[in-house]
């Protein structure tokens, strides 16, 4: 299940090279606006629970694609920086959701929601991890690990002084 670095990074570079994952919320909208017209000139709920559907899909991952072409753009570009995390994870009914809090000396710590390409993360509270930034003093755009790729799903947090323990 696990692939290397690379292996991780050349899955999302299809998506990258050719804009889909630039505009991938934007296939969902579309398919929920055609949904809607659908669900009127049919005069039936089942297009409309699809365009609901496709349409909450497209406004939830408005910011994972272009997380993903910022993250490889850097990762091609830039050098690393060397920093630590730590990763916790949330266990729910039928799915797990996977947190990193990124540290770095001269950055302040950040969190982000992310979801694992082709790896399994454990928790843990400190590992070495090379962290990709679009600018400096940015939230990070990447983070690598011995064993993954971690892209934010979403924009990244600052932690605050009061949220650590």
């Not at 934007?26 to 055609?34: D, K, P, Q």
């Not at 809607?36 to 039936?44: G, S």
Request: aromatic fraction near 10%; proline fraction near 7%.
């Amino acid at each position: 299940m696990t692939g290397s670095i690379d292996e991780q990074i050349n899955l999302l570079r299809p998506g990258v090279i050719s804009g889909f994952a630039a505009r991938m919320h934007l296939w969902f909208i579309g398919g929920a606006v055609l949904g809607l017209i659908a669900a009127l000139v049919l005069w039936h709920p089942v297009p409309l629970m699809i365009a609901v559907f496709l349409g909450l899909v497209g406004l939830s991952e408005r910011h994972c694609g272009a997380n993903i072409v910022a993250a490889i753009m850097a990762y091609d570009s830039d050098t690393p920086s060397q920093g630590s995390i730590a990763i916790s994870i949330s266990a729910w009914d039928s799915s797990d959701t996977f947190h990193v809090t990124v540290r770095e000396s001269e950055h302040p710590d950040w969190v982000y929601e992310f979801i694992p390409q082709g790896w399994k993360p454990k928790v843990c509270f400190d590992s070495p991890a090379k962290i990709w930034r679009a600018k400096n003093g940015s939230a990070p755009v990447s983070v690598i690990i011995e064993d993954g790729v971690m892209i934010p799903r979403y924009p990244a947090k600052l932690v605050s002084a009061n949220d650590t323990p």
